[in-house]
């Protein structure tokens, strides 16, 4: 796999754990185990299809904070063994997003496709628009933007008429029960820890559908334990 993605992995990998978000440490590797979406994710969803086609086009996830969009463009292209770059638009030039489309005109030539992701896309510039819009034109690069605002009136229409977007809902009480649990149970860190979780209901409503507050609560919580390393979240 030559991807940016694995890359990454394997260097995260190598990391203490402790250096390394929660969220982070979590987030998933394949489309199957993302938690919630299932309105997009699943036997006969689109975002499932476009992995079974090994094909997808320029996308732009649009929902609220925390609710995986950032999360669904890495699955994606390790699924799909794409080439990945993540950007964002607050801190980007055009300068580092034409070096970019440089490389991956590169890579195209060898058969590999590239993954541009943005985060906070609406706040993309008018002239870095339209250097990713050329790429996207030319089929140089795959865009995947991820957005809070409603796209239909923040980004480019020349942009967005080459792109589909899906709206993601706020996971609800199930998705973060279910995050809560798999958390406490498969990460490095946490599965040594002893947690009391009468309380997992409340700690479902106070993230308001946003995985990130609640797994950032969870990784905070690591500082009640006892020296049994027994935790109580009520």
Known sequence: ????????NEKSSKLNPE???LAERLRPKL?????GQEHLIGEGKILTQYIKNKKIPSLIFWGPPGVGKTTLANALANELSYYFHSLSAVESG???LRQIIDLAAQKLNKGIKTIIFVDEIHRFSKSQQD???HAVERGI????GATT???????N????SRSRIYKLNPLSDDNIKLLIINAIKNDVLLKNYNFSLEDIDSMAKLGGGDARVVLNILEASLSFADDSKYINLN
């Open 157 to 160: 229409s020349a942009l967005l």
């Open 19 to 21: 250096l390394v978000p």
């Open 31 to 35: 489309l199957s185990d993302v938690i």
């Open 149 to 155: 605002e409603n796209p239909s009136f923040e980004v």
């Open 131 to 133: 250097a990713l819009l």
């Open 141 to 144: 690069v795959i865009l995947i």
């Open 1 to 8: 796999m030559d991807s940016l993605f694995a890359e990454y």
């Open 94 to 96: 055009v300068k580092e």
